[in-house]
């Protein structure tokens, strides 16, 4: 089965299935389940001539520790702090160190610096603040037992746990029987996970949202990365307020990003009003769940405000750099390996730049794949994707985003055959070169392959001046 048609049954599967009307304990939980339950299918499903892939190992949350979890997320501050701002913005969790304790989030950091409007940026994490006077930030914990006290029920884990059998008949059994697939242990625990962090975490963030769109009364909300359960939830408070949605994109989408792509008939709760794409490319692939009209190209903001910092970079002297983008994928690693040990070291150093999902816990997922090899693994965040974009002779990987942003630079580009890489844009419009084996990019390294880069055009340019226009828009 090809990955495009796995994702086509995927949708079909939804939509027959009623699955966005599923509730486990009153929450509504496939909006954050569908990503990661595609790409367990994926993996079972989707036969990949290269190397299997691998799922990515979940982060673990213990329902004792909730309240920590929250607490590191979100600073402390002064309860009442809050005035009436034009936008609310949630900044992600994907930040640079900028030295002095402070960090910056790259895809809401521009839009704080050059927006026309009054706005806040809500800073969800206590260990990497966003340097800004418009930070916001607040201590949920503290929110809710100043709102409802010490013993409120909404903060005690043991009274919103979800029913195993129940997950079973309304998610596992239904998946499985349609797909012929059956999950693992290891997955179903997976599952359980995410559908009780939902469950114990939506009711908070609603009562959170409630009372900040009710204090700081914004005239849009503005988010990047809809996949966590604080985005989706956002997403849904400011609909019950009649408040206009924005999110910001931070990959470019086709016809197989799950994010983006939905049935034609399917009412989504959790997606944004407007979304707010890098170029046309997005609008014309995806199978949006909102008018086209909405689905607006503004270009990148970080790509405009950062690239050429870097983009006149020195190369490592003599020696050229081979840089891996790694996704949560194992082949990355295999093929890494492959070169490192195969390359003249003399002439090539070869780096891994870890997805930020990843850091904490690659050494268990693939140290055993890399060991005794020299490679420079970057599991730091001191740097931004355009720095090693800016060094790197060759980028090699599957499906990041980073690929379509080293496209801008100088350096050659190296597609993994898998079967979600196949009709890769990069690809069909010349700008990169597909390897099936190991032993076939290391010839395109030694060889100096070349190829005539095309002209493609995924990111609209003046994002910021494009933004700050349509912001305009939405809420005059």
Same mark, same amino acid.
């Given at each position: 089965m090809r990955y495009c048609e796995l994702v086509d049954m995927f949708l079909d599967f939804e939509y027959d299935k009623k699955m966005f009307s599923v509730y486990i304990e009153n929450t509504q939980v496939w909006p954050i389940l569908r990503e990661r339950v595609l790409y367990m299918l994926r993996d079972c499903l989707v036969e990949e001539m290269a190397v299997n892939s691998m799922s990515p190992k979940p982060t673990k949350y213990k329902y004792n520790t909730i309240l920590r979890i929250i607490d590191e997320r979100i600073n402390? @501050?002064?309860?009442?702090?809050? $005035? &009436?701002?034009?936008?609310?913005?949630?900044?992600?969790? #994907?930040?640079i160190d900028v030295g002095d304790g402070f960090f910056r989030d790259d895809y809401t950091y521009w839009i704080d610096k050059y927006l026309n409007r009054s706005h806040y940026i809500l800073d969800r994490w206590d260990y990497s603040k966003q340097e800004s006077s418009n930070v916001l930030r607040l201590d949920i914990s503290y929110f809710m037992?100043?709102?409802?006290?010490? !013993? @409120?029920? #909404?903060? +005690? $884990? #043991? @009274?919103?746990?979800?029913?195993?059998?129940?997950? =079973?008949? $309304?998610?596992i059994i239904p998946i499985e029987q349609y797909f012929t697939f059956a999950f693992t242990i290891k997955q179903k625990k997976t599952i359980l996970e995410i559908v009780n962090y939902r469950i114990i975490m939506e009711p908070v963030f609603n009562d959170y949202y409630d009372y900040l769109l009710k204090k700081i009364k914004p005239k849009a909300v503005m988010f990047s990365m809809r996949g966590a359960t604080n985005s989706q939830v956002l997403v849904q408070a400011?609909?019950?307020? !009649?408040?206009?949605?924005?999110?910001?994109?931070?990959?470019?989408? +086709?016809?197989?990003?799950? &994010?983006? @792509?939905?049935? =034609? !008939? =399917?009412?989504?709760?959790?997606?944004? +009003?407007?979304?707010?794409?890098?170029?046309?490319? =997005?609008?014309?692939?995806?199978?949006?769940?909102i008018d086209k009209e909405r689905v607006i190209p503004v270009g990148s903001p970080m790509l405009d405000c950062l690239s050429d910092k870097y983009r006149n970079n020195e190369k490592h002297g003599d020696k050229k750099t081979i840089l891996f983008i790694s996704n949560m994928r194992e082949s990355v690693f295999v093929y890494a390996k492959y070169i490192a040990e195969n390359i003249d070291r003399d002439k090539y150093d070869v780096i891994i730049k870890l997805h930020p999902g990843e850091c904490k816990?690659?050494?268990? !997922?693939?140290?055993?794949?890399?060991?005794?090899?020299?490679? +420079?693994?970057i599991d730091t965040f001191d740097n931004p994707i355009y720095f090693y974009l800016s060094i790197a002779d060759w980028v090699v990987g599957l499906s990041s985003n980073a690929l379509y942003e080293a496209s801008t630079f100088d350096s050659k580009i190296a597609i993994i055959y898998a079967e979600d890489t196949l009709g890769h844009p990069l690809l069909e419009s010349g700008n990169a070169v597909l390897v099936k084996q190991p032993s076939e990019l290391l010839d395109c390294i030694r060889n100096d392959y070349s190829y005539s880069k095309k002209q493609i055009k995924l990111y609209k340019k003046n994002s910021i001046e494009n933004i700050n226009r349509v912001i305009e828009e939405i809420i005059k």
């Amino acid at each position: 089965m090809r990955y495009c048609e796995l994702v086509d049954m995927f949708l079909d599967f939804e939509y027959d299935k009623k699955m966005f009307s599923v509730y486990i304990e009153n929450t509504q939980v496939w909006p954050i389940l569908r990503e990661r339950v595609l790409y367990m299918l994926r993996d079972c499903l989707v036969e990949e001539m290269a190397v299997n892939s691998m799922s990515p190992k979940p982060t673990k949350y213990k329902y004792n520790t909730i309240l920590r979890i929250i607490d590191e997320r979100i600073n402390r @501050n002064v309860l009442l702090r809050h $005035k &009436q701002r034009d936008l609310l913005i949630l900044s992600s969790m #994907r930040k640079i160190d900028v030295g002095d304790g402070f960090f910056r989030d790259d895809y809401t950091y521009w839009i704080d610096k050059y927006l026309n409007r009054s706005h806040y940026i809500l800073d969800r994490w206590d260990y990497s603040k966003q340097e800004s006077s418009n930070v916001l930030r607040l201590d949920i914990s503290y929110f809710m037992r100043k709102r409802y006290g010490r !013993n @409120n029920s #909404r903060l +005690d $884990k #043991r @009274n919103r746990i979800a029913s195993v059998s129940e997950l =079973e008949q $309304k998610i596992i059994i239904p998946i499985e029987q349609y797909f012929t697939f059956a999950f693992t242990i290891k997955q179903k625990k997976t599952i359980l996970e995410i559908v009780n962090y939902r469950i114990i975490m939506e009711p908070v963030f609603n009562d959170y949202y409630d009372y900040l769109l009710k204090k700081i009364k914004p005239k849009a909300v503005m988010f990047s990365m809809r996949g966590a359960t604080n985005s989706q939830v956002l997403v849904q408070a400011a609909k019950r307020w !009649n408040i206009p949605s924005i999110e910001l994109g931070h990959a470019i989408t +086709d016809h197989t990003y799950i &994010q983006s @792509n939905f049935h =034609e !008939n =399917e009412e989504v709760s959790t997606f944004p +009003d407007y979304y707010l794409a890098f170029g046309e490319y =997005e609008i014309k692939q995806s199978r949006w769940p909102i008018d086209k009209e909405r689905v607006i190209p503004v270009g990148s903001p970080m790509l405009d405000c950062l690239s050429d910092k870097y983009r006149n970079n020195e190369k490592h002297g003599d020696k050229k750099t081979i840089l891996f983008i790694s996704n949560m994928r194992e082949s990355v690693f295999v093929y890494a390996k492959y070169i490192a040990e195969n390359i003249d070291r003399d002439k090539y150093d070869v780096i891994i730049k870890l997805h930020p999902g990843e850091c904490k816990s690659w050494q268990e !997922n693939y140290g055993p794949l890399i060991a005794g090899v020299q490679v +420079d693994i970057i599991d730091t965040f001191d740097n931004p994707i355009y720095f090693y974009l800016s060094i790197a002779d060759w980028v090699v990987g599957l499906s990041s985003n980073a690929l379509y942003e080293a496209s801008t630079f100088d350096s050659k580009i190296a597609i993994i055959y898998a079967e979600d890489t196949l009709g890769h844009p990069l690809l069909e419009s010349g700008n990169a070169v597909l390897v099936k084996q190991p032993s076939e990019l290391l010839d395109c390294i030694r060889n100096d392959y070349s190829y005539s880069k095309k002209q493609i055009k995924l990111y609209k340019k003046n994002s910021i001046e494009n933004i700050n226009r349509v912001i305009e828009e939405i809420i005059k």
